[in-house]
């Protein structure tokens, strides 16, 4: 029992478990603690659940779908009594009311001659209907896991800046109270007073938006990964996370490992099917039946050699006239294969838009990123100025601590430009279909490279 146990606990936890390649992808950022939560986003998210369940569906609908190309056996036995029969005339003779008992076993089988492929091509259709859920189900792991790793990212970014504004609220409060002694001694006027203050009241604003946020980023982590008694969310500091650059360019055939573009092809192939399916209807069908068993007017005559009971026969079918149902349902379906070509047209554009506005958008936000570095950088440098000549006495405390106000507020600036650049690589590879856009140019040119 233990070991039974054992299985069904592995069963459970495999079914839907991260595979290799998204491992490999996240990993990058180097966070295991990233890893580990969306390995139980894989398993425990509710949404996942439900995709992987609608996959099985599908997949037991090709079952059925297929078990109609096979003959069809059934057991329909009858055991009556007639209580009181009227006359029964047979010509001149007749038979006065009567009571008779009557057992009938027979196997019943039925076979439709798939004489010009319809339900095979049926059968067809509903494979590429269940190829289309599992890219429904890939699109729901990808965009879950991305969703979860912004909010992530933004969570880790909330946590630090939260970190430097109780830095900044208490830095200011003592650069307002030293104005303010100041402008008592009459060293200084009283704007700046207030102008030292007012800039208290917008740093202890942001700090109560910046913990309104971070419960709020963490209620939706904890809803994504689908535990109803979890309270917090363990996570890593934003410094430990690395920072990978993206290649300059991107093929646009990269789009056809996409998700939706898959799914928008089997889309049109089982539109195909479907009207060859509409188009077979029109035509006769040929349906082989057969019966086999025993008829008996008493039961201790039932499995006697007089009593057996076979039929077999051939029996064509042929809807000459339906209201134009069927020529509307081919119709139909004709323009149902013209919309999922219109479909697959729309998918091509906006995959390209989509790859193009992330190129473009991660390309930008990575340069800020560079530029606010830098300018965090040289304001570090200032800084040490500034102490030194306070060491020396060639400056005031008020006015080093000012200097140091504006170094928490640009290594804010930095923090959120980091964060923003580990978003838009999320926004990147969720634009390429869950694709490693870091190795995804090596695959398409060696692809061509093979074609050639």
Excluded at 1 to 14: E, P
Excluded at 33 to 44: A, P, R, S, T
Excluded at 140 to 153: E, G, H
Excluded at 280 to 290: D, H, K
Aim: with cysteine; proline share 2%.
């Amino acid at each position: 029992m233990k070991k039974i146990a054992i299985l069904l606990i592995l069963i459970l936890f495999t079914s839907n478990i991260v595979s290799a390649s998204d491992t490999e992808w996240w990993n990058k950022y180097g966070d295991e603690i990233l890893v580990g939560n969306l390995e139980k986003v894989y398993v425990q998210n509710p949404d996942l659940k439900m995709a992987a369940l609608k996959t099985k569906q599908m997949q037991e609908v090709v079952k059925m779908a297929r078990a109609n190309e096979l003959p069809q056996v059934g057991f329909d036995p009858n055991i009556s009594w007639e209580i009181r029969s009227s006359d029964v005339h047979f010509g001149n003779v007749i038979i006065p009311d009567y009571s008779q008992g009557r057992c009938l076993l027979p196997l019943a089988m039925s076979y439709e001659i798939d004489l010009y492929g319809k339900n095979h091509l049926q059968t067809k259709s509903f494979k590429k209907l269940s190829e289309m859920t599992v890219q429904d189900e890939q699109m729901a792991r990808i965009l879950i896991s991305s969703n979860f790793t912004a909010n992530y990212f933004n969570l880790i970014r909330t946590d630090r800046l939260i970190q430097n504004n109780k830095k900044l609220v208490e830095l200011q409060e003592q650069i307002a109270k030293m104005q303010r002694i100041k402008y008592e001694k009459g060293l200084c006027g009283e704007p700046e007073v207030l102008s030292e203050e007012q800039t208290l009241t917008s740093f202890k604003e942001e700090l109560n938006n910046l913990e309104a946020e971070q419960e709020v980023i963490k209620n939706q982590l904890i809803t994504l990964i689908g535990e109803k008694d979890l309270k917090d969310i363990q996570r890593n500091n934003i410094e430990n996370i690395k920072i990978f650059d993206v290649p300059e360019y991107l093929d646009s055939s990269v789009i056809t490992k996409r998700p939706d573009f898959i799914k928008s092809e089997l889309y049109v192939k089982k539109s195909g099917f479907d009207v060859r399916v509409a188009r077979r209807e029109l035509l006769p069908s040929f349906t082989i039946y057969g019966n086999a068993g025993f008829n008996a007017y008493s039961l201790n005559r039932l499995f006697t050699n007089r009593s057996f009971l076979s039929t077999v026969g051939i029996l064509p079918s042929w809807d000459i006239f339906t209201g134009g149902r069927k020529m509307a349902n081919l119709r139909y379906r004709k323009l149902e294969c013209k919309k999922a070509v219109e479909d697959y047209n729309k998918t091509v554009l906006t995959c390209l838009q989509e790859l193009n506005n992330s190129l473009c958008r991660i390309k930008s936000v990575r340069k800020n990123y560079n530029e606010s570095s830098r300018r965090n950088e040289l304001e570090m440098e200032k800084f040490a100025l500034t102490q030194t000549k306070y060491n020396i006495g060639a400056t005031s405390m008020l006015d080093e601590m000012k200097e140091q106000r504006n170094l928490y507020v640009r290594e804010n600036e930095a923090i959120t430009q980091k964060a923003n650049y580990l978003v838009m690589t999320i926004e990147l590879y969720k634009a390429l279909g869950g694709q490693d856009y870091t190795t995804a140019q090596q695959h398409i040119d060696s692809d061509n490279n093979s074609t050639l």
